[in-house]
């Protein structure tokens, strides 16, 4: 056997990537994976651009490969439609082969129509329980192909990629690729050396990382780019500061790329897919950039079942899993045509700043809109920095109202108000605990107006494990609450007060207020507040030097 030094090869090298099925599941999903060959033990390398082998002794040292393929038959095959690593997709250079093979036919007058299957690559269950996986080329049968062939080579010119595929092609047959003593790659029409096994490959996966993160649009041209949840059942793309719009915080758990949690503002996309037996929600890597093995897009699709798909019981699932106002529900219901037995459905950033679907037929026409970005939120590149609504005592305020658990980084304190007086001054606690619990109105002091001085971390601990600490905020997720009467909303003003706020149509979102109707005068302050001139800072602690700023004296508001 030959070995293969040039691009055409490499292409073909790594198309073995794209096999791992077993005896009992079908093709692996669309993923990142490196391969082992399953007779010599080692993995597949690239070793450049245009050359790849299976030499690589140790999984750290294997090259990770993007496999991507299209809808699988009846046998359970598929053909390979994106296997790329550092270089750029090998199948685009597989494609411009065919190209150039193309164009030396029709000048010699001969026919081409064989080409489109000859340079196709199919992934094919082995059928073995190890998972293992073929990649096979089918050589339909050719009139004259001796002469068709000779007249491909020498037009060739002794370049050695296409030289041994072509010379090695017997048409009429399915060949295989298999691994060379040398650890090259090459050709067998046989199924095997006589232990079977050196054409089998295995995939193994790299999964995807969970976590706390912002969910973005790749289009560079997205006035809009952000995802979040802003209405009670509605997910929209919409305008979102990413250091400040807690509104656009995901949970995401994923299992490979199967997404088992995508949540935001107690939202999760995820039970679309749970509801519908057979599917899954997936968030699959593309290549962006050419020159670098770089996925930092992704598509996310929902893969329906092979079977029994119905587009009236997956509208129902999805308005049962998102509500009828989702734009999602809206979109699939305008799309029932994309719903059908083993069908992709894509979901992409429309014109309208909103979401709608594609499926396979025209989600690459979506190009960018058709892919997101993750964003994990992190101390060093993404963080939370929630923006100061008030100043008072050279200090600054707001408050906060989140679906997520989360601790204080930098110059933070998280206070839960006890009281409000009738003056409007609150009577704060400070919370004293590592983490934030998830549904906990607060009000935060902040030392300075810098973003990076005051952020918070979302954490994967402490969600609901502990109570709740005492207080009289309440709080909501979204623009648009109407379940409270807004006359008796106090929130945070000017000079840290609390007041109804009468030129407020609606309580912002992820804020907290008091309520109005709550008897919250401020009686005592200690044991001794009133009557007696002590002065307490607006936490209730006596202070026996003041400087200027707002105090408790005799059970009122003052300034000094």
Same mark, same amino acid.
């Given at each position: 056997? *030959?070995?293969?030094?040039?691009?055409?090869?490499?292409?073909?090298?790594?198309?073995?990537?794209?096999?791992?099925?077993?005896?009992?599941?079908?093709?692996?999903?669309? +993923?990142?994976?490196?391969?082992?060959?399953?007779?010599? +033990?080692?993995?597949?390398?690239? $070793?450049?651009?245009?050359?790849?082998?299976?030499?690589?002794?140790?999984?750290?040292?294997?090259?990770?490969?993007?496999?991507?393929?299209?809808?699988?038959?009846?046998?359970?095959?598929?053909?390979?439609?994106?296997?790329?690593?550092?270089?750029?997709?090998?199948?685009?250079?597989?494609?411009?082969?065919?190209?150039?093979?193309?164009?030396?036919?029709?000048?010699?007058?001969?026919?081409?129509?064989?080409?489109?299957?000859?340079?196709?690559?199919?992934?094919?269950?082995? +059928?073995?329980?190890?998972?293992? !996986?073929?990649?096979?080329?089918?050589?339909?049968?050719?009139?004259?192909?001796?002469?068709?062939?000779?007249?491909?080579?020498?037009?060739?010119?002794?370049?050695?990629?296409?030289?041994?595929?072509?010379?090695?092609?017997?048409?009429?047959?399915?060949?295989? =690729?298999?691994?060379?003593?040398?650890?090259?790659?090459?050709?067998?029409?046989?199924?095997?050396?006589?232990?079977?096994?050196?054409?089998?490959?295995? =995939?193994?996966?790299?999964?995807?990382?969970?976590?706390?993160?912002?969910?973005? %649009?790749?289009?560079?041209?997205?006035?809009?780019?952000?995802?979040?949840?802003?209405?009670?059942?509605?997910?929209?793309?919409?305008?979102?500061?990413?250091?400040?719009?807690?509104?656009?915080?995901?949970?995401?758990?994923?299992? @490979?790329?199967?997404?088992?949690?995508?949540?935001?503002?107690?939202?999760?996309?995820?039970?679309?897919? $749970?509801?519908?037996?057979?599917?899954?929600?997936?968030?699959?890597?593309?290549?962006?950039?050419?020159?670098?093995?770089?996925?930092?897009?992704?598509?996310?699709?929902?893969?329906?079942?092979?079977?029994?798909?119905?587009?009236?019981?997956?509208?129902?699932?999805? %308005?049962? /899993?998102?509500?009828?106002?989702?734009? #999602?529900?809206?979109?699939?219901?305008?799309?029932?045509?994309?719903?059908?037995?083993?069908?992709?459905?894509?979901?992409?950033?429309?014109?309208?700043?909103?979401?709608?679907?594609?499926?396979?037929?025209?989600?690459?026409?979506?190009?960018?809109?058709?892919?997101? *970005?993750?964003?994990?939120?992190?101390?060093?590149?993404?963080?939370? /920095?929630?923006?100061?609504? !008030?100043?008072?005592?050279?200090?600054?305020?707001?408050?906060?109202?989140?679906?997520?658990?989360?601790?204080?980084?930098?110059?933070?304190?998280?206070?839960?108000?006890?009281?409000?007086?009738?003056?409007?001054?609150? $009577?704060?606690?400070?919370?004293?605990?590592?983490?934030?619990?998830?549904?906990?109105?607060?009000?935060?002091?902040?030392?300075?107006?810098?973003?990076?001085?005051?952020? #918070?971390?979302?954490?994967?601990? @402490?969600? =609901?494990?502990?109570?709740?600490?005492?207080?009289?905020?309440?709080?909501?997720?979204?623009?648009?609450?109407?379940?409270?009467?807004? %006359?008796?909303?106090?929130?945070?003003?000017?000079?840290?007060?609390?007041?109804?706020?009468?030129?407020?149509?609606?309580?912002?979102?992820? *804020?907290?207020?008091?309520?109005?109707?709550?008897?919250?005068? #401020?009686?005592?302050?200690?044991?001794?507040? $009133?009557?007696?001139?002590?002065?307490?800072?607006?936490?209730?602690?006596?202070? %026996?030097?003041?400087?200027?700023?707002?105090?408790?004296?005799?059970? *009122?508001?003052?300034?000094?």
């Amino acid at each position: 056997m *030959k070995k293969i030094t040039t691009t055409l090869l490499v292409l073909a090298v790594l198309m073995v990537t794209a096999f791992s099925a077993s005896a009992v599941t079908p093709l692996p999903d669309q +993923g990142v994976y490196r391969i082992q060959n399953v007779y010599s +033990g080692t993995w597949v390398k690239l $070793q450049h651009n245009y050359l790849a082998d299976i030499t690589a002794p140790t999984y750290e040292e294997a090259s990770p490969l993007l496999v991507w393929y299209g809808e699988r038959d009846e046998n359970g095959e598929s053909l390979l439609t994106n296997l790329s690593g550092d270089g750029g997709d090998m199948i685009e250079t597989l494609e411009f082969i065919k190209g150039l093979i193309e164009e030396t036919l029709e000048y010699n007058n001969k026919p081409t129509w064989f080409l489109e299957e000859m340079f196709q690559l199919h992934l094919v269950p082995t +059928g073995d329980a190890d998972g293992s !996986v073929f990649l096979c080329v089918d050589v339909p049968p050719i009139d004259d192909w001796e002469e068709i062939r000779d007249i491909i080579l020498e037009a060739a010119g002794g370049q050695t990629a296409v030289t041994y595929y072509i010379s090695h092609m017997h048409p009429g047959n399915r060949h295989y =690729m298999g691994i060379d003593y040398d650890g090259s790659f090459g050709y067998r029409l046989e199924a095997g050396t006589p232990e079977g096994t050196d054409i089998k490959f295995l =995939m193994v996966r790299e999964d995807l990382q969970g976590g706390y993160c912002f969910v973005k %649009t790749a289009s560079a041209t997205a006035e809009n780019p952000y995802l979040r949840r802003v209405h009670e059942k509605t997910s929209t793309v919409d305008l979102a500061q990413a250091h400040n719009d807690v509104s656009a915080v995901f949970d995401l758990a994923v299992d @490979g790329i199967k997404v088992n949690r995508l949540a935001v503002q107690g939202l999760d996309l995820a039970p679309l897919a $749970q509801a519908i037996e057979g599917s899954y929600l997936a968030l699959c890597p593309t290549n962006t950039t050419a020159e670098k093995f770089v996925y930092d897009a992704y598509a996310l699709k929902l893969q329906l079942p092979d079977e029994g798909v119905n587009a009236l019981n997956v509208v129902s699932a999805a %308005t049962q /899993a998102l509500g009828e106002d989702s734009e #999602i529900v809206a979109a699939l219901e305008s799309h029932s045509d994309l719903i059908k037995d083993r069908a992709a459905i894509y979901f992409v950033h429309s014109d309208n700043g909103g979401i709608t679907i594609a499926g396979d037929a025209n989600y690459a026409d979506y190009g960018d809109d058709a892919k997101w *970005k993750l964003e994990f939120i992190d101390t060093q590149d993404n963080y939370l /920095a929630p923006a100061a609504e !008030v100043e008072a005592n050279g200090k600054y305020y707001t408050t906060l109202y989140t679906a997520f658990p989360y601790e204080l980084v930098g110059s933070l304190t998280a206070y839960s108000v006890l009281k409000v007086g009738e003056d409007g001054v609150p $009577q704060m606690e400070e919370l004293e605990m590592d983490v934030i619990p998830a549904g906990t109105p607060v009000l935060l002091e902040m030392e300075t107006n810098n973003d990076e001085n005051h952020m #918070i971390m979302p954490v994967a601990e @402490g969600k =609901m494990d502990r109570e709740a600490p005492k207080s009289m905020l309440k709080g909501t997720y979204f623009d648009d609450d109407t379940e409270n009467d807004k %006359t008796n909303m106090l929130t945070l003003q000017g000079g840290l007060n609390f007041a109804v706020n009468n030129n407020a149509d609606y309580m912002p979102a992820n *804020k907290a207020w008091a309520d109005k109707t709550i008897p919250t005068a #401020i009686t005592t302050v200690g044991n001794d507040a $009133q009557g007696d001139n002590t002065i307490y800072d607006l936490m209730g602690r006596k202070v %026996t030097n003041p400087t200027h700023g707002i105090y408790i004296q005799n059970g *009122k508001k003052v300034v000094l």
